[in-house]
């Protein structure tokens, strides 16, 4: 099955710089990989997606990077702000398949 | 997750007794998912439905069963509780299957197994 690594665990920037965190995932029939946030107490919420047909996908300071040939991508959050701080979940999952698989979480937290 | 309610939100249970956990929604989806969170391993799938009565196990299945009855209930019982099944429960709903379409999650259910 599907094995999708995360790192770093735990990350820690100023405010106003960027974050960047990244997945590696090992089935190389998926093709579809969201990014969830986390907040405290609730559960996770979609922020961002991409398919295998693109390499890269922005929605205001938010962005996600794909490379197929390695089997990475990654989530770049720009100018980053105290609402960014959370828990990040990437996954990865292929057409026909119900299920998504999660990498382990990190833990954003921006420094005032 | 406005369309999703979970019940309990807390329970604190003894080794050895049933418990069951319910997920309600109201977004006529069709597919239904429960997960454990855990520090260091992230979301685990337990179970999943992907319509009434049907359903499949997920990669943490063990110990647990799953009931769906309903398009908008689903639930999860523990037969007997054991201090390893201590955990965040989260449900989530999708309109289709993983691949390639949205999950949405409930609030989570902090079960404490003494």
């Known amino acids: 099955g599907e094995n999708v690594e995360q790192h770093p665990s735990t990350l820690s920037v100023q405010e106003g710089d960027s974050a960047v965190i990244k997945c590696t995932y090992s089935?190389?029939?998926?093709?579809?990989f969201p990014w969830y946030k986390q907040e405290l107490g609730k559960g996770p919420q979609l922020i961002i997606d991409i398919r295998s047909n693109v390499g890269e996908k922005k929605d205001q300071r938010i962005a996600v990077t794909l490379n197929k040939t390695a089997k990475h991508f990654s989530l770049h959050i720009t100018e980053t702000q105290p609402e960014d701080s959370a828990v990040y979940f990437c996954?990865?999952?292929?057409?026909?398949?119900?299920?998504?698989?999660f990498g382990t979480g990190t833990r954003l937290t921006i420094i005032p | 997750d406005a369309g999703i309610t979970q019940s309990p939100r807390h329970k604190v249970t003894e080794t050895g007794t049933p418990v069951t956990l319910r997920c309600h929604q109201t977004e006529n989806h069709r597919y239904m998912y429960w997960y454990r969170q855990d520090p260091g391993h992230g979301l685990r799938l337990i179970h999943y439905?992907?319509?009434?009565?049907?359903?499949d196990k997920g990669e943490v299945s063990d110990g647990y069963s799953v009931s769906r009855s309903k398009t908008e209930d689903f639930l999860l019982t523990l037969e007997s509780a054991t201090s390893s099944q201590t955990s965040v429960y989260f449900c989530a709903t999708g309109t289709s299957g993983g691949g390639g379409n949205e999950q949405f999650f409930g609030p989570g259910t902090r079960l404490t197994v003494l």
């Open positions: 439905s992907y319509g009434v009565k049907d359903t």
């Open positions: 996954a990865a999952s292929h057409t026909g398949n119900e299920k998504l698989t």
């Open positions: 089935d190389s029939a998926s093709n579809y």
